[in-house]
């Protein structure tokens, strides 16, 4: 089973160490969960300041 992990920066959710997107600190400790597809259409983008199209935690500890 693969352990997801979320970017206590950006919140970018993958399965590796580093943050593939700005290479900074995963946690396993995530809550919440949002995809966006199209980010310039996006509210929620546009409100938790998203720029890229992936899979984000809301919130990171």
Not at 23 to 34: F, I, L, M, N, P
């Amino acid at each position: 089973m693969i352990s997801l992990k979320a970017c206590r920066q950006c919140h970018f959710i993958s399965d590796q160490a580093k943050c593939p997107q700005c290479s900074g600190e995963t946690s396993r400790e995530w809550q919440g969960y949002v995809v966006l597809l199209d980010t310039e259409k996006s509210q929620i983008a546009t409100k938790l300041g998203i720029k890229t199209a992936g899979r984000y935690a809301l919130r990171v500890k």
